[in-house]
């Protein structure tokens, strides 16, 4: 593909070379349901019937289960993931509820298309000095978002918490914490974050404080041994793995236990750890620091 950051199209195009490389046996528009464990494996619910496996590794990500956050009055917003196209988003001007990654993401989408976005956010992620990129704007955010500001095509509120909206004759207003208010003539954007993507098979993990699953250092399931988990939700000692970079340096991590458990030679895992993509050491990601 030439290029670091493809767009779906093409990433799409690519995963499918991958699996013809590798000879992957992919099969597609299949929705699992749940699992259980029969003897020494799983077997798999689907709405295509019952799919039997030695292990599972779990890898739906968060993109299917958008969050409202709890937004009084959600109902009459548009969540991120909803949306397909940023040009066919309604009006000349657009409010976006959050401002992290999706919220970010979002704006510069909607200024390309020739819109102007107001971003609402209760902290302000776009200064944020934190040197985890699980916890801050990713550094390609930000170079995206250094441009697009410079074009006044955006404007983005810090210290705005919304905390209902509620439809009126002239549009949607949006209410924040504080007393302020902001009425959008359509429907805003919410980018409000997305719930955990566990949920066909929830009965199987068990969840920490924050709603993040509880895994051995192995990334399986700590309630059932054969599970494991890959992605964002990827968290051990309060380090979260939901940077792309970061949860794909545990991929290795699931492929040692799987291999090891089946007798399979597991040496040429040793190139990813040449790599820097085998992080099986948290040590880097102590104190001030995130050197993975």
């Known amino acids: 593909m030439k290029r670091e950051h493809p767009d ?10 991958a699996a013809l490389a590798f000879g992957l046996n992919v099969a597609c528009g299949i929705e699992v349901l ?12 689907t709405d295509r019937g019952e799919i039997g496996a030695d ?6 990500g968060q993109f299917g289960t958008p969050s409202d956050g709890g937004l009084i009055g959600a109902e009459l917003a548009r969540h ?7 040009q066919d988003v309604p009006g000349d001007e657009v409010f976006v509820i959050g401002g992290y990654e999706s919220g970010i993401d979002a704006a510069i989408g909607l200024a390309r298309a020739g819109k102007r976005a107001t971003v609402l956010e209760r902290g302000a992620p776009w200064q944020d000095g934190d040197k985890d990129p699980s916890r801050a704007l990713s ?21 705005a918490e919304a905390i209902a909206l509620e439809a009126e004759p002239g549009g949607i207003r949006i209410l924040a914490g504080d007393g302020r208010s902001w009425l ?4 805003p954007i919410l980018a409000t974050g997305f719930a955990s993507g566990t949920g066909p098979v929830s009965d199987w993990f068990d969840y920490n404080e924050s709603g993040l699953p509880l895994l051995t250092p192995q990334d399986e399931s700590t309630e059932l041994p054969g599970l494991f988990l890959v992605g964002p939700e ?18 290795a991590v699931v492929a040692r236990a799987i291999a090891g458990r089946l007798g399979a030679e597991t040496a040429a895992l040793e190139a990813y750890r ?16 995130c050197l993975c």
């Open 8 to 17: 779906g199209g093409r990433y799409a195009q690519y995963l499918e070379q």
């Open 139 to 159: 550094p390609f955010t930000r170079q995206r978002l250094a441009p697009a500001l410079k074009g006044g095509a955006i404007t983005l509120v810090e210290g």
């Open 274 to 289: 040449a790599n820097n993509m085998y992080l099986d050491d948290l040590a880097c990601c102590d104190a001030d620091q």
């Open 80 to 86: 991120y993931a909803a949306v397909g196209r940023w």
């Open 234 to 251: 990827v968290s051990h000692n309060g380090h979260l793995f939901c940077f792309i970079y970061k949860f794909r340096q545990r991929f």
């Open 55 to 60: 292990f599972v590794i779990w890898a739906c």
């Open 34 to 45: 749940g699992l259980e464990p029969q003897g020494e494996g799983f077997v798999l619910r």
């Open 184 to 187: 959008s003539a359509h429907a």
